[in-house]
């Protein structure tokens, strides 16, 4: 189990680092880098789904003090699961897997109220994006009580990519929009499925919404706009379990070991 980050400082000990296949949260480079090194390091990043980012040096003297030679790299407080092969075991040891899919859910703490509702009603696996998603950290961990280190994570460079790879595996893709679709407890969310959430303020994006096969809402009495998005979604797993019978959900994997 991981629960802190380092600093990893050099051109060398920085592609030592993923080419070694150490979990990253991301590489930082000086935005005035160019040449065999950057063009390795931006194909090496795209082949392991790394965030990039491309930063001015003093930020990178600000995060080490140590010579850096315009490159940095932040150890992830947790390792993550590969996305392929975390669906295909998935489908293997479990014929109907529920997928979890966060889009640019911003909020540590959401996250980690989300994680705990997700592995208490045995979510497979949680699928985010490498850009627009709440860190991993030490809050959004102690804010899942310690779910997020029990349970797959995927990071993945593009949803929408994700959504497609899952639909080829016969994956059942369940959009949550308050403006349309059957209520929840009125929809047949059995089978294998991934359910996607969105954000509070906007909601799932338009272009992931147009790939899914089903869309859901939770019905509401009140005259409040919206549940918050770690509540809903807590509705939502819910309701899935409460369909599926609470059977326990077979998981890729154990973080805790």
Known sequence: MKNSTQIIAGRKPVL?????????????IDQKLTGAVEIKLRKLCKEKNIPLQRVPVHVLDGVSKAMHQGVVAQTAVLDFSPFEDTVDQLMYEKGDPVFLVLDQVSDVRNLGAIARSAELLGVSAIILPEGGSAKINEVSIKASAGALLNIPLCRVPSLLTALKHMKLHGIGIVVTDVKSGKS?????????????????EKGVRPHLMRNADSWIHIPQIGQTESYNVSVATGILLYEIARQRNFKTGIQAGNKSQ
């Open 184 to 200: 929840a407890h009125e929809s047949d969310l059995s089978g294998p499925l991934a359910l996607v959430v969105g954000s509070e």
């Open 16 to 28: 030592d680092a993923i080419e070694s296949g150490m979990s990253l949260d991301k590489v930082m």
